[in-house]
């Protein structure tokens, strides 16, 4: 079993930058490819980005690319976004998720095993 624990949320201006971090507990962490969701009030939950096992590969919803980046240190057990030029539409609880299956590209959230609790990015005009 993996526990998430996302940090790293925050009220930012339009323009600015926030990273947030998933730590993972376990000694498995290594094995699961990870994902960012987000949820906007009102919105259903939507996929952001995800990484694969090894960090070697990252995809991004249309909305973010060029803005966000994924990354991971499997050392650390740790995920990260870095989101760059964040948007009013960016507001949202954002969560990490594992993924069991480190295959290409999977968007859905029934597909991922373990969730955090989430943590608020609120961006302003």
């Known amino acids: 079993q993996v526990q998430l624990v996302e940090s790293g949320g925050g009220l930012v201006q339009a323009g600015g930058s926030l990273r947030l971090s998933c730590a993972a507990s376990g000694r498995t962490f290594s094995s699961y490819a990870m994902g960012w969701f987000r949820r906007a009030p009102g919105k259903e939950r939507e996929f952001v980005a995800r990484t694969s096992r090894s960090g070697g590969s990252a995809y991004y919803t249309d909305s973010v690319k060029g803005r966000f980046t994924m990354s991971r240190d499997n050392a650390k057990n740790t995920v990260y976004l870095q989101m760059n030029s964040l948007k009013p539409e960016d507001t949202a609880v954002y969560y990490c998720?594992?993924?069991?299956?480190?295959?290409?590209?999977?968007?859905?959230?029934?597909?991922?095993?373990?969730w955090g609790q989430g943590t608020q990015v609120t961006v302003s005009s």
């Open positions: 998720a594992a993924d069991q299956t480190d295959i290409r590209l999977r968007t859905n959230p029934r597909d991922y095993t373990y």
